[in-house]
């Protein structure tokens, strides 16, 4: 099974400012015939279900403000709030879905510090 | 717009056995890859199983394997999950989930998501 590492656990950023955080994949999801990262990122605010926010590892899902990007690739990626913006305040899931089982990050709590 | 809606859950006792179902709408559903993914209170997320969209391929996490199983009626749009042999730890809320984005060989990620469904399992 591939296993994902999230860091931090948790993150208290000031309104307006950046917020990164960091997959580790145990294995690259780095599939070399097409030259894509099978690596996604969700937003989960309190309550609801996941939200879905950049797949491929860098490509934002329609809808998503353009604040959020993801970036890297092989077994090393980022998920980068530009601008926190009070909505923001949630928890932040990386999956890689190149093999199965589809295995998640352990989920990193976003705050407002 | 997508629309996926969890029933079935509640408590049971371990051991017990329940059967979660997913009506979906919005989209045409033989047409995707679908999930179930859990989530423990106040735990991340865990994929449990996925169906490919004519049945062909099926997967299961190996924390359910043999005890859990995992069907579509595409007539009915419609994605089950008939759960056996239930643990205390099989607690959490269950989401249907759809694919999409897929690639040339038509493999995907999770896309949609419905509002799950608790599943408690105590004495």
């Known amino acids: 099974d591939i296993v994902m590492t999230q860091s931090p656990d948790s993150l208290a950023v000031s309104l307006g400012e950046r917020a990164t955080i960091h997959c580790k994949s145990s294995q690259s999801v780095l599939y070399v015939s097409n030259n894509k990262n099978y690596l996604s990122w969700y937003q989960q605010k309190s309550g609801q279900p996941p939200k879905l926010l950049i797949y491929?590892?860098?490509i934002r899902e329609s809808g998503v403000p353009d604040r959020f990007s993801g970036s890297g690739s092989g077994t090393d990626f980022t998920l980068t709030i530009s601008s926190l913006q009070p909505e923001d305040v949630a928890a932040y899931y990386c999956q890689q879905y190149y093999s199965v089982p589809r295995t998640f990050g352990q989920g990193t709590q976003v705050e407002i510090k | 717009e997508v629309h996926l809606v969890e029933s079935g859950g509640g408590l049971v006792k371990p051991g017990g056995s329940l059967r979660l179902s997913c009506a979906a709408s919005g989209f045409t559903f033989n047409n995707h890859s679908m999930n179930w993914v859990r989530q423990a209170p106040g735990k991340g997320l865990e994929w449990v199983s996925s169906i490919s969209s004519k049945n062909s391929d099926i997967f299961y996490a190996d924390s359910v394997k043999g005890r859990f199983s995992i069907s579509r009626n595409n007539a009915r749009n419609s994605l089950y999950l008939q759960m056996n042999s239930l643990r205390v730890e099989d607690t959490a809320t269950y989401y249907c989930?759809?694919?999409?984005?897929?690639?040339?060989?038509?493999?995907?990620?999770?896309?949609?998501w419905g509002q799950g469904t608790l599943v408690t399992v105590s004495s």
């Open positions: 989930a759809r694919d999409g984005h897929y690639d040339s060989s038509g493999y995907g990620l999770v896309v949609d």
């Open positions: 491929w590892a860098s």
